[in-house]
């Protein structure tokens, strides 16, 4: 599985921002995407998710601010920013997880910039 990411960038506190990941290669074995974030001097830590029935969990820290999606036909997971604030600033990384598998697939990561 190969995982693209896209769509990081430099926005001011309170603007919205959309991230894409698009998957290929193996997708079937595929069980649930996820955006994971890395700011400077903290730990990776999940921010969104979404299985393969539709069903999502966010972090508490986004949760009401960002929206996780996928497009099926484009083999495709965005996560959509509302409200950025200049603490949700990280690199943003996707993930696939084939769970039968037990493996995690990862892409490139994205940086995303809150400041005025």
């Known amino acids: 599985v190969q995982l693209q990411a896209s769509g990081g960038g430099l926005v001011q506190p309170g603007w919205s921002l959309r991230l894409s990941c698009a998957a290929s290669?193996?997708?079937?074995?595929?069980?649930?995407m996820a955006w994971y974030r890395q700011a400077p001097g903290k730990q990776r830590e999940l921010v969104a998710m979404i299985s393969n029935m539709g069903s999502t969990h966010y972090a508490d820290s986004v949760k009401g601010r960002f929206i996780i999606s996928r497009d099926n036909a484009r083999n495709t997971v965005y996560l959509r920013m509302n409200s950025l604030k200049p603490e949700d600033t990280a690199v943003y990384h996707c993930?696939?997880?084939?769970w039968g598998a037990g493996k995690n697939y990862w892409g490139q990561g994205t940086l995303v910039t809150v400041s005025s």
């Open positions: 290669g193996s997708i079937f074995s595929i069980n649930a």
């Open positions: 993930n696939a997880a084939a």
